[in-house]
């Protein structure tokens, strides 16, 4: 099975991924992952990437869907996978169906993790993270035992930047104007299905479980 995982930043995406990878037994795949690998390994591709990356720039869709489409090819994709993060833009998408068609192979379902604005901001918000140890928690959900301090080392916890409300909205405005067209894209194809993020994660994983199901019957 070869599933691509959609939705904004803040939805849920990664945990769904995750929960998808341990279930069927398949790799969860996100572009930072292989950013990092090739980059560690300072493989050709990888020391292209960090040239960008140090710039501060966007590494350019050509480079991240050869670094994408070499994964694909190792051993552990043979019998599916989870993307995560990936396709970002219309074209990334069509290169990488390209990129798929010439070993005769194609994405079986496209899946939106659905969750409104308001909520992506009202959870990211409530999300806090330990400095030393790396620890992370959400003051409704996964509280610490004592408010405000790390379960694990003691340290005070913190609101990352990457979680401020400022910041979320600025990258939601960013997913609407890239991202979001991916869905037509993909509903176009006949493959696009839609999940409720807002919910449990457990019972958005169930829902995902039944497309799925419906889909490989």
């Given at each position: 099975?070869?599933?691509?995982?959609?939705g904004a930043p803040g939805a849920g995406k990664g945990t769904q991924a995750k929960k998808l990878s341990l279930k069927y037994n398949i790799p969860h795949i996100s572009t930072g992952d292989i950013f990092?690998?090739?980059i560690k390994n300072g493989t050709e591709l990888g020391i292209k990437a960090k040239e960008y990356m140090d710039k501060g720039l966007l590494v350019p869709d050509e480079l991240?869907?050869?670094l994408v489409t070499v994964r694909l090819t190792?051993?552990?994709c043979k019998r599916g996978y989870v993307l995560d993060g990936f396709p970002r833009t219309i074209p990334q998408a069509q290169a990488l169906d390209i990129a798929l068609d010439r070993t005769g192979e194609r994405i079986d379902c496209a899946i939106e993790v659905d969750a409104s604005d308001m909520a992506i901001i009202k959870r990211m918000s409530g999300r806090r993270a330990c400095p030393v140890c790396g620890?992370?928690?959400?003051?409704?959900?996964?509280?610490?035992?004592?408010?405000?301090?790390c379960d694990n080392c003691g340290a005070e916890l913190i609101l990352r930047d990457d979680d401020k409300p400022?910041?979320?909205q600025k990258r939601l405005e960013v997913y609407h104007e890239q991202t979001q067209p991916l869905l037509s894209y993909y509903k176009d194809?006949?493959?696009?299905?839609?999940?409720?993020?807002?919910?449990?994660a457990d019972e958005t994983f169930k829902d995902i479980v039944a497309i799925l199901g419906a889909i490989s019957a």
């Open positions: 099975m070869r599933i691509i995982l959609l990092r690998a090739n991240v869907v050869e190792q051993e552990d620890a992370t928690y959400h003051i409704v959900s996964i509280p610490p035992r004592k408010e405000g301090i400022e910041t979320v194809k006949g493959i696009l299905k839609t999940v409720d993020g807002v919910k449990d």
